[in-house]
């Protein structure tokens, strides 16, 4: 069993729906992050958090750490939030990250 | 932009050739590693640095070697290239916050 799972692998929505992409994790954890990858393109890190709520635009990252869970949420989607989500976990001093395999959006203008 | 740079972006080489990919950056982090990405296992650690001389292993170490002689060079090499070693490859720092950064990525296929 992978230690980062993410739902769903794929998502397709319309133009201004409100997006969610789930994290669930089985191990202890130092801070889980939110990264975004667009087609051939090189890897950004959107949010870092290890408690609570946290919001940058039309982003918005939570977690749970009691449920060992995260969700990604996209408000008013857009054709450019097209991309592979990616939800890691750091785990102890070195800040080592372990990966959940991605979900990728594609949004329908 | 946290100042990284990865060479070669592109590479195209044969089984049984060594290979060497280089990770710079201009802000002086600490730590720096190295993670390949692959369809159907994503981002997988490789070997990690925690300063000069200092490394360690990462998840899918075997076949790979590194060396850091100064803190603004992360080297990776690939002594004798496989064919299963065809992936992408990147780099990343991590900052005083503990945020990761990463590379543009270097494409590599073992033909």
């Known amino acids: 069993k992978n230690e980062v799972e993410q739902s769903p692998q794929n998502l397709t929505a319309q133009e201004g729906e409100f997006i969610t992409i789930n994290c669930s994790y089985s191990v202890g954890i130092s801070a889980l992050h939110w990264l975004q990858q667009h087609p051939g393109g090189g890897i950004v890190s959107l949010f870092m958090l290890s408690s609570g709520k946290k919001k940058h635009g039309r982003l918005i990252a939570t977690i749970n750490i009691q449920e060992k869970h995260s969700s990604l949420h996209i408000t008013a989607s857009h054709p450019r939030d097209s991309a592979v989500y990616i939800c890691a976990v750091s785990r102890g001093s070195q800040g080592n990250l372990i990966f959940g395999k991605g979900t990728k959006l594609s949004v329908k203008p | 932009d946290a100042g990284i740079t990865q060479s070669p972006r592109h590479k195209v080489t044969e089984t049984g050739t060594p290979v060497t990919l280089r990770c710079h950056q201009t802000e002086n982090h600490r730590y720096m590693y190295w993670y390949r990405q692959d369809p159907g296992h994503g981002l997988r650690l490789i070997h990690y640095?925690?300063?000069?001389?200092?490394?360690d292993k990462g998840e899918v170490s075997d076949g790979y070697s590194v060396s850091r002689s100064k803190t603004e060079d992360f080297l990776l090499t690939l002594e004798s290239a496989t064919s299963s070693q065809t992936s992408v490859y990147f780099c990343?720092?991590?900052?005083?916050?503990?945020?990761?950064?990463f590379g543009p990525g270097t494409r590599l296929t073992v033909l």
């Open positions: 640095s925690y300063g000069v001389k200092d490394t």
């Open positions: 990343a720092i991590r900052s005083t916050g503990d945020e990761q950064f």
